[in-house]
T-cell receptor
Framework: AAGVIQSPRHLIKEKRETATLKCYPI?????VYWYQQGPGQDPQFLIS???????DKGSIPDRFSAQQFSDYHSELNMSSLELGDSALYFC????????????FGPGTRLLVL | GQSLEQPSEVTAVEGAIVQINCTYQ??????LSWYQQHDGGAPTFLSY????GLEETGRFSSFLSRSDSYGYLLLQELQMKDSASYFC???????????FGSGTRLQVQP
């Protein structure tokens, strides 16, 4: 079965640089989520999209933005990177009738030096 | 807001049974989910309880008591591969988002 695809899997950036993370949700899933997980922490909700429209925002910094495209893939854009942005970034997808059952991608490990 | 509390660590031996508890405080409640996450891996959905009672899926069972704002995950016949972090989670009221507990790190010993 198809799973959520994320790229890149690993990313190393310098402070103040920009990063773009990509996510391809499971086909026919109408909702996409982005989560950030620091070392030893639980996943923190950043933002979600429903049918390509922004649905909800969580603790997403103003330096970050995201969008979902016509082919349903989503991108998380991160600018002016800080050391504290180093984390695992997960994309997840679900259907509206099962929002509690979210399927997570393998994550992108971002290291900011 | 939402808050979920669960123990930080649990240790058990192979073949044993372990219970991971979760208490929650939410402004609205739809149900309680459980996710498993191995080190460096992605969270994987295990179970969901919308109604009171026990849900069984193979070696894993999950229980919910809405009146007590409490649930637990029960793992039976523990195997080494069950060593992972386990998170309880709730849907945010009116939002397409999950709030996770802080996670319970389960270590299964031989």
């Amino acid at each position: 079965a198809a799973g959520v695809i994320q790229s890149p899997r690993h990313l190393i950036k310098e402070k103040r640089e920009t990063a773009t993370l990509k996510c391809y949700p499971i086909p026919r899933h109408d909702t996409v989520y982005w989560y950030q997980q620091g070392p030893g922490q639980d996943p923190q909700f950043l933002i979600s999209f429903y049918e390509k429209m922004q649905s909800d925002k969580g603790s997403i910094p103003d330096r970050f933005s995201a969008q979902q495209f016509s082919d349903y893939h989503s991108e998380l854009n991160m600018s002016s990177l800080e050391l504290g942005d180093s984390a695992l970034y997960f994309c997840a997808s679900s259907r509206t009738e099962g929002l509690e059952t979210q399927y997570f991608g393998p994550g992108t490990r971002l290291l900011v030096l | 807001g939402q808050s979920l509390e669960q123990p930080s660590e649990v240790t058990a031996v192979e073949g044993a049974i372990v219970q991971i508890n979760c208490t929650y405080q939410t402004s609205g409640f739809y149900g309680l989910s459980w996710y498993q996450q191995h080190d460096g891996g992605a969270p994987t959905f295990l179970s969901y309880n919308a109604l009171d009672g026990l849900e069984e899926t193979g070696r894993f069972s999950s229980f919910l008591s809405r009146s007590d704002s409490y649930g637990y995950l029960l793992l039976q016949e523990l195997q080494m591969k069950d060593s992972a972090s386990y998170f309880c989670a709730v849907l945010d009221t009116g939002r397409r988002a999950l709030t996770f507990g802080s996670g319970t790190r389960l270590q299964v010993q031989p």
